[in-house]
């Protein structure tokens, strides 16, 4: 931690608990930096916490307290709500970061995003209405979360309709780069994205949100379901 007021950050590293992948338990650690500019809420309350406050309310104790991320339409997490700890929370120093108040409802249209692609293009959700879309989320392309058997099964359940297909995966842009000269992936790659499945409380691996032509969600699939996936696609594709 540096001291310089001008340069005051702290590094905090978040582990989310209960991340489904392929009916497996796995964990994610992010880590987030915070500085004095950082908006801070006190959950409760509302009331906005300095950083000088907050600093003061963990020097006794750093896992009394839990930073929940708020994520933007970048996927990053711009701004935080402060609570208590659980008991539970405080002994793993891990955090379930579920939220039903935050999760998507068929109809509802989807909230702003704007995605890069490793294409180098940027997908932004008000840009894409008119097309039916596809976001997928995938823990890494590296086994065992990743396997090719899988990635032809949803290429050949999309491949019948014309759809946006994008990837919200973890790796990084060098290793997104160094996938995809050997595979041909059946999304368009958003690399270092998983703040989207945060931002959307998308918390198996895969999932997927299907968006239709007006920018509404159309469903909502956790697993591997590619008969449904098919369904759906058939009817916002019409």
Known sequence: MILD??????????????LSVSDTSAQITVRNQ???????VDKVTGRRISFQEYQGLIKPDPYAYHLEPVYDEYGQASSYKLRR????????????YRDSTLQLKIGQEIPLFIMKGADGKTYRSTDL???????SFWLSLNKPFWTKGRADAFGKAIAPYQVVSLG????????VAD?????TLPFVPIPDSYGFARKFQMFSSPAFIVIDKTGKVAALIEGTKDEQLKTILEEVTR
Do not use: R
Request: cysteine-free; hydrophobic content about 35%; proline content about 4%.
């Open 129 to 135: 209405k008119g097309q039916p879309v596809v976001l």
């Open 34 to 40: 915070i500085s004095e500019n950082t908006p801070i």
């Open 85 to 96: 700890a659980t008991s539970e929370e405080h002994d793993t120093h891990g955090f379930d």
């Open 179 to 183: 996938h995809i000269k050997e595979e």
């Open 5 to 18: 007021k001008y340069k005051l950050v702290l590094s905090i590293v978040l582990t989310a608990l209960f």
């Open 168 to 175: 919200i995966i973890n790796n990084s842009k060098q290793e």
